[in-house]
Every structure is written in C-alpha cells, then in structure tokens.
C-alpha cells in the first residue's frame, strides 16, 4: 500500500462514518449558482436579441430565481453524491486489494 493510499484509508475511515452536512452540499452549489449568475448576464449583456425579446416578453424574474436556486441545489446534491460515491469505491477498492494480498500472503507461506 502506497503512503497516499494509506492517507486516503485513514481520511475515508472517518469521514465516511459522520453524518452529512449542509456545508458538505455547498461545494457543488456553488457551480449552480456560477451558471445562474452566467445565465443573468448572457441577459443583461443584450448579446443575443433574440432571447432578450422573449425574456423581456415572458420572463418573470421570481421564476428566474427558483429556477436559479434549483439548479445550485441539485448541482450541490450531485456533486456530493458523485464525489461520496466516488471516494468510497476509491476506498473499497483499496480494502479488497490489501485483502487480496493477504489472503495470497498467508497461502504462500502455508507448508504444502
């Protein structure tokens, strides 16, 4: 086992057993919210009129919002998910391998 895998095992092993925060969301929330803030200029900017004459024709700001705040509130659960689910296979990987190699350790060294 390397010296990064035995840091991840020691990191993971705790981490994986606390409980889920709302911080731990955040990270990817912050992505969804780039992308709205994104969104909010590309129609401020005027670039395309096209989709400036329709959202000044159809668009509710308050929808704007939800839509905004929805988008940064599944992006932040995803990314959560992904990276949770990510590390523990990471994680799992790493215990079935070391369990290989022992178990091939103690039957090499059993007398025939």
């Known amino acids: 086992m390397t010296n990064e895998e035995k840091k991840f095992i020691d990191f ?8 889920k925060t709302l ?3 955040l990270s990817g929330g912050t992505i969804g919210i780039l992308i709205g803030i994104g969104t909010i200029i590309s ?13 000044g024709a159809n668009l509710n ?3 704007l919002f939800v839509c905004i705040f929805a988008i940064a509130v599944f992006l932040g659960y995803f990314h959560y998910q992904y990276s949770w689910d990510n590390n523990e296979k990471r994680y ?5 391998k070391e369990k290989k190699k022992a178990d091939s ?4 060294n059993q007398p025939s």
């Not at 993971?12 to 409980?19: A, G, I, N």
């Not at 799992?92 to 079935?96: E, G, R």
């Not at 350790?105 to 090499?108: A, K, T, W």
Request: charged share 30%; no cysteine; glycine share 2%.
């Open 12 to 19: 993971w092993s705790v981490k994986r057993d606390k409980k």
């Open 23 to 25: 911080k731990d969301y």
């Open 43 to 55: 129609l401020a900017s005027g670039w395309y009129q096209r989709a400036n004459m329709e959202a």
């Open 61 to 63: 700001p308050m929808i």
């Open 92 to 96: 799992l990987q790493i215990m079935n």
């Open 105 to 108: 350790d103690i039957h090499q």
